[in-house]
């Protein structure tokens, strides 16, 4: 066994697409080293960290004095006082043509129009902060919930139908919130707010994260 990590890297252009054509296990890869220690790409330290495991974003919070958000918890803070909107600052996704979140806008997974190689991840701040004063709520990079995943494995949808199969061991998988720098409009769309994706504890990527809470006296 060599330690690593799991690496986004664009599939050769007319490769069927398929989360398998644009995955490899990289030994080496971690938070120091985000793709790895052969491809000398140097990430700064203001993008957000990457090639976090459950239990390392938990031992951090817990390290810190705070904790891991839940899922509601999440989406109330993407959504910075905007209710039923469909993106964090409203139902336009690019909104008089600007980019407002670290998404793949279009081309996914072969070509982003902005970036020809890693890293994929931006720097915090990068993009305007919601009405909260918070960066990155959606887009960059998934982040870790305490809250339990229930739902089907490989589910395509971002929320599983209300009464669905509850086969996700929920001592196995976590709630992600937020979506990634992977995010496409025409692929997955999980830059929403409401969208949520279920992720094994114990798997680690180039394009999952966390963020801490820290509970006060009148809210979080």
């Not at 054509?21 to 790409?41: E, F, I, T």
């Not at 919070?61 to 409203?90: C, D, Y």
């Not at 072969?110 to 990155?136: E, I, M, S």
Request: glycine letters at 10%; charged letters at 15%.
């Amino acid at each position: 066994m060599v330690a690593g990590s799991i690496v986004f890297a664009p599939p050769p252009k007319g490769q069927p697409v398929g989360p398998e054509s644009w995955w490899a296990y990289v030994p080496g890869a971690s938070w120091r080293q985000p793709y790895g220690p052969v491809d000398g790409c140097i990430v700064p330290d203001d993008h957000p960290v990457v090639h976090i495991a459950y239990c390392d974003a938990l031992a951090y919070s817990n390290w810190s004095g705070k904790r891991l958000p839940t899922e509601v918890e999440l989406e109330f803070a993407a959504r910075g006082g905007i209710a039923q909107s469909t993106f964090a600052w409203g139902n336009e996704l690019f909104p008089d043509g600007k980019v407002m979140a670290n998404f793949w806008p279009k081309g996914f997974p072969f070509k982003h129009p902005d970036r020809r190689g890693p890293p994929y991840t931006t720097p915090v701040g990068q993009y305007p902060a919601n009405a909260y004063g918070l960066f990155d709520m959606i887009g960059n990079v998934w982040e870790w919930t305490s809250s339990d995943a229930y739902g089907r494995p490989g589910n395509k949808g971002c929320c599983p139908a209300a009464g669905a199969e509850r086969s996700l061991n929920p001592n196995t998988y976590k709630v992600l919130k937020g979506g990634s720098h992977l995010c496409s409009p025409d692929y997955c769309q999980r830059y929403r707010p409401a969208a949520k994706w279920f992720q094994p504890i114990d798997t680690s990527t180039s394009h999952v994260g966390f963020r801490c809470a820290q509970s006060i006296a009148n809210g979080i």
